[in-house]
Nanobody, 126 residues
Framework: QVQLVESGGGLVQAGASLRLSCAASRFTFSTYAMGWFRQAPGKEREFVAAISWSGGSTYYADSVKGRFTISRDNAKNTVYLQMNSLKPEDTAVYYC???????????????????WGQGTQVTGSS
């Protein structure tokens, strides 16, 4: 079945950088838009970033704009999230997700995504 496997999480100090990866398999990755979401303890899962199937369009939550960058490599079936200037409030489990829709409408809604990974923990310490 479809697999999305996140990696790259860890414990970092405020101001540091991390790059998350999400390796996809068993579906046609290059035809799917991809997103990153995160869930902090006691909070709802929230949108972080999204990228179109071609990589030509990217979208960000206001809270990460200018600090995080989403990218993809369709040859490697992998989507990335480069996180710079991390803050303690970025602490969460980060999930990647895939959506088969041909457009990017409602890219920030969880229900628009068809497949989800298991998540990777990111902890930013002050």
């Amino acid at each position: 079945q479809v697999q999305l496997v996140e990696s790259g999480g860890g414990l970092v100090q405020a101001g540091a950088s991390l790059r998350l990866s999400c390796a996809a398999s068993r579906f046609t990755f290059s035809t799917y838009a991809m997103g990153w979401f995160r869930q902090a303890p006691g909070k709802e899962r929230e949108f972080v970033a999204a990228i179109s199937w071609s990589g030509g369009s990217t979208y960000y939550a206001d809270s990460v704009k200018g600090r995080f960058t989403i990218s993809r490599d369709n040859a490697k079936n992998t989507v990335y999230l480069q996180m710079n200037s991390l803050k303690p409030e970025d602490t969460a489990v980060y999930y990647c997700a895939a959506r088969r829709a041909s457009n990017m409408s409602s890219y920030f809604l969880r229900r628009e995504y068809d497949y989800w990974g298991q998540g990777t923990q990111v902890t930013g310490s002050s």
